[in-house]
């Protein structure tokens, strides 16, 4: 019922905003990007946000991490931001005023576990007594312990200490750790130096633990500037299709956005999956207003693991998060 | 006033017996008629905490309510935090920040007095503490994990260099502020460097000394969520950054009292200390 009025009440602001004038018109908006490999990266490089909003100032802000995002969010600094699943379930049950609109990746090798060569790591079990890191409460972190429950290994047998991409970057130069489940750019880095690339989140999705990062809004500004939730939506899959068409002059922009050489780029696009906006309206994705699809499953499952790791208090009903998943948007642009 | 006079010439009175002395300001706790006011404003702090959650201005998201947060205590004190019970994570946080303490004291003396006496040694470390005393915490931090790792060595070495620059500094202060004439005394009847620096500057200038360690302890506390951020799996301040990672405000919110309240409990201490190791100042208000 909620959805309904919203959609509705969104396509008819959107009606009079193109018929008469611009009805309500935000002097700023805010996009809280992740720093990885996806989409968001086009959009932003050719300012396809702006273009479709003129006369709007456009901020990003990047963010290392599900951890720092939620905070953001908490903190009310951001329009418009991305989340993993597991902050994405932990900022749905602690009542975040947030609104997931659309797919921005599926994650496939792009996040993975590197091993340090020398230390002669062939499976899970080696781990036992050394170091790994991970960013804890991002995806990695959540896969890397399904990971380890899944073989039976008590993560109490090894070192699991959280640090930001970046850090464990860091730390793995300097020899402090063994092993790191995180991702690109910074995986690069570590591959580069004595590090192989032992388990990706891919794997981990055909395992049945899928891994992606949604786009979500702040609902205090889609209730106030529907028409412009609509507009960043429009954007961003401007970004997706520039992406899937333009493989070439995509590696390019990675490249000097993240100021990689074109090799890594190309590399590190291949191991995140870019989604059309018409597929993400599939039951495999976020599904249709009224049927929504495996995203739901996916955030409850990434729920009940947090509950049983006790940084969750409750597991939300299936409800709630079909509620956090609106489709509308996504429906009125690929109409 | 009046009691603040009386208290002062009864201690005056009594300095031969240095024991007594240094219990006298305890046994004349009651004096203190101003006390109730400090239990009030706690007091009213608590009700205004209550009420805010009870009649839900607060969203709970942000400020939980005292009896989630007692709860939090009861859970985390009883079950644990990801691995550590709450005694372990004070226990682990106070090491750090105990033998940070120590050496930041252990170093921070002894050079804040020769500085203080000698005018060569003074214009030699100077330059090194005025410049890496106003850099922020986390700046430095980066290069202290880039040269001594994400391990312990990095977290003590970022509290040890945030406590030492107080202390060297109350140091320097108080062994100048001591009148020259004591030092000029003690030299006619024959005192050496060492005599003068352990019967003249070190009593002379102790109860600074003490401040400035109260003013580095502080310092040390407030960085140790900093310290605690990178690759830390237990610590109170490891135990806010992670719980404020998952939202878990009720777990923020009883870190932040349980911190505060070992940090009046250490100040207290070194207070007491003070007061037990340097009996002649027990008149001084701390």
Partial sequence: MKIMRKALSASLLFALSTSIAQAEVPEEVTVGYLNLVNAQLVTKSLGLVQKEMPGVKINYIKVGGGGDMLRAIAGDQIDFGGLGNPPTAIGVTRDLPITGIMVLNMLDYVEAMAVRTSANIKKLEDLKGKTIAAPFGSTTHYLLLNALAD????????????????????????????????????????????????????????????????????????????????????????????????????????????????????????????????????????????????????????????????????????????????????????? | MNNLAENKTTVLDKPTNAFLASLYPFMKKQIDNKRHLSVMTILFLFFAWWFVTFIGWANPLFLPSPSAVTQSFVDVAVDGYQGSTLLEHVGTSLYRILTAFFFACLVGIPLGIL?????SFHQVFNPIIEFYRPLPPLGLYTLLVMWLGIGESSKLALLFLSGLPGIIIATIQAVSDINPNYVRAARSVGAKRWDLIREVYLPGAGPTILTGMRIS??????????????????????????????????????GLIVLGVTGMLLDLTLKLFGKIVMPWTAVRKM
């Fill in chain 1, 151 to 335: 073989e039976g290994i008590d993560p109490a047998s090894m070192k699991i200490i959280d640090l930001r991409p970046n850090d464990i970057a860091l730390a793995w130069s300097r020899g402090d750790i063994d092993a790191a489940w995180f991702w690109e750019p910074a995986l690069g880095k570590v591959l580069n130096d004595d590090g192989n690339l032992f388990m990706t989140s891919g794997i981990m999705a055909s395992r049945g633990y899928p891994t992606w990062d949604v786009g979500v809004v702040m609902d205090r500004f889609a209730e106030k500037y529907p028409d412009y939730v609509e507009k960043f939506v429009r954007a961003e899959c401007k970004g997706i299709d520039y992406w899937l068409n333009n493989p070439a002059d995509t590696a390019k922009i990675i490249a000097k956005e993240l100021e990689l050489s074109l090799e890594d780029a190309t590399r590190m696009m291949k191991g995140t999956e870019m989604v059309p906006c018409p597929k993400q309206l599939t039951q495999q994705y976020i599904g249709e207003t009224g049927k929504k699809g495996q995203f739901v499953d996916t955030l409850l499952s990434t729920a009940t693991f947090l509950k049983d790791q006790k940084r969750l208090p409750k597991v939300p009903t299936r409800d709630t998060f079909e509620t956090f998943l609106d489709a509308s948007y996504l429906e009125t642009i690929t109409k």
């Fill in chain 2, 115 to 119: 500085m203080g006496i000698s005018h």
């Fill in chain 2, 217 to 254: 302890l502080g310092f040390i506390y407030t960085v140790l969520v900093a310290a605690e951020i990178v690759a830390a799996t237990a610590g109170i301040g490891w135990m806010i950054w992670d719980a404020a990672k998952f939202l878990l405000s009720d777990v923020v919110i009883m």
